[in-house]
């Protein structure tokens, strides 16, 4: 059973300041892996996709990584801002088209 | 154009009654999924359908039941509603390995 870890819980920066979001999985057969935001009573919003053959993926501000052997991805947030501020959710899509969660990481920027 | 809409958004009913969800998406995906997110946050995989097929069904009580008519439809009927069933509940949809998109969540609270 995949198991999906993201530390820390929670995080507060001032704004201008880069963001580091961990996420770890436990079964390294994956088939990709997808970063989302979430706003406080919305719904999921996508990211980053990252399939399984590659190593990161790219969009404005956000640079995500992934390491398959050892079970990381990695999100970067360069020069955040108080819109940046949401919970960031991983989640690794598996061969059995199942899509596993982690618990989320809360982000604070500060202005 | 919503990709994944859901109806209702908000949903408050008394123990014991029986409600449905219903969630069409319009990107011609082959897999639709059900999740559940906890007080806590935490997104957890109820089932999902593959082209009408019902591929996932985690452990759930029998009293959710999913329901399929075509593949760009996934409802869920919930049967004697309790306390505990009060969540958000997302539909999601991809084209594995392509991104999963989220409905924007229908909140349900029992009373």
């Known amino acids: 059973k995949q198991e999906v870890t993201q530390i820390p819980a929670a995080l507060s920066v001032p704004e201008g300041e880069n963001l580091v979001l961990n996420c770890s999985f436990t079964?390294?057969?994956?088939?990709?892996l997808q970063w989302f935001r979430q706003d406080p009573g919305k719904g999921l919003t996508s990211l980053l996709l990252?399939?399984?053959?590659?190593r990161e993926q790219t969009s404005g501000r956000l640079n995500a990584s992934l390491d398959k052997s050892s079970g990381r991805s990695t999100l970067y947030i360069a020069a955040s801002q108080p819109g940046d501020s949401a919970t960031y959710l991983c989640?690794?899509?598996?061969?059995?088209?199942?899509?596993?969660f982690g618990a989320g990481t809360t982000v604070t920027v500060r202005a | 154009d919503t990709a994944v809409s859901q109806t209702p958004k908000y949903l408050v009913t008394q123990m014991g009654n029986d409600k449905s969800i219903k969630c069409e998406q319009n990107?011609?995906?082959?897999?639709m999924y059900w999740y559940k997110q906890d007080s806590k946050k935490f997104l957890k995989i109820m089932f999902s359908?593959?082209?009408?097929?019902?591929?996932i069904n985690e452990t759930v009580p029998n009293r959710f039941s999913p329901k399929s008519p075509d593949k760009a439809h996934l409802n869920l009927h919930i049967n004697s509603l309790e306390l505990g069933d009060s969540a958000v509940y997302f539909c999601?949809?991809?084209?594995?390995?392509?991104?999963?998109?989220f409905g924007q969540g229908t909140r349900l609270t029992v009373v």
């Open positions: 359908y593959n082209n009408k097929e019902l591929i």
């Open positions: 079964d390294s057969a994956i088939y990709n």
């Open positions: 989640a690794v899509g598996s061969n059995d088209y199942k899509l596993s």
């Open positions: 999601a949809s991809t084209d594995q390995p392509g991104e999963a998109f």
């Open positions: 990107l011609g995906h082959d897999t």
């Open positions: 990252i399939q399984s053959s590659q």
